[in-house]
């Protein structure tokens, strides 16, 4: 508020704080947040992920803080995601991994069709992660995890999964005594 001086009513402690926050360095606004495109975070995951350098020096490139790079480091968990690039470019197969467009049934086993239904998920889950190390754009990006999380959900009932807090603890069951006998009634 300019022209107002707090020390012309300096005897109210409201004032007093008014001016406590007049003299102080730091302000509500100081910085406004920055929302950061998702295609950025893509190639900095990418090239975090593919080893062109550590964290700072991919978050110094294109001038990202670096307490963004590391938030978005620990929340989508990129080291999963480089351990599975590194485990490809081991791998003798050279020709990069491709959604098939009908997974073949991996274990045709007619005496537990359960085992099956999992099992295939799980190799449908598997060619899903690989295609998102492979995304290219923030929609491919988005479909494909849409993609992942549809078929999450029905993986994690067919194994039994619960979801978190859905289950109590189960207290241990303390063994019922022995009824008394008291003797013939007369």
């Known amino acids: ?20 926050c007049e003299n102080c360095s730091m302000s509500a606004s ?3 947040r920055t929302r950061h495109p998702l295609a950025l975070r893509l190639q900095c995951r990418k090239e975090w992920v593919e080893g062109q ?14 307490q963004t790079l590391v938030a978005w480091y620990r929340r989508e968990h990129w080291t999963t995601a480089r351990n599975r690039w590194r485990e490809k470019q081991l791998s003798d197969n050279d020709t990069p991994a491709k959604l098939l ?6 274990a045709n086993n007619a005496d537990n069709p359960h085992a099956s239904k999992i099992a295939r ?11 998102l190390d492979n995304a290219k754009t923030a929609d491919e990006w ?12 029905p993986w994690r009932i067919l194994c ?3 979801l978190p807090g859905s289950r109590k603890p189960t207290r241990e069951k303390q063994p019922k005594p022995a009824p008394q006998s008291y003797g013939p009634v007369e």
């Open 1 to 20: 508020m300019p022209g107002f001086d707090p020390s012309a009513i300096f005897g109210n402690p409201l004032a007093r704080r008014f001016a406590a």
């Open 160 to 162: 039994g999964i619960p």
């Open 101 to 106: 467009p009908c997974t073949p049934n991996p």
């Open 53 to 66: 350098g550590t964290l700072a020096e991919v978050a110094d490139r294109p001038g990202i803080p670096r």
């Open 121 to 131: 998920l799980e190799s449908q889950l598997d060619s899903l992660d690989n295609a």
């Open 142 to 153: 988005h479909k494909l995890s849409t993609a992942r999380q549809r078929l999450f959900e």
């Open 30 to 32: 100081a910085t406004p």
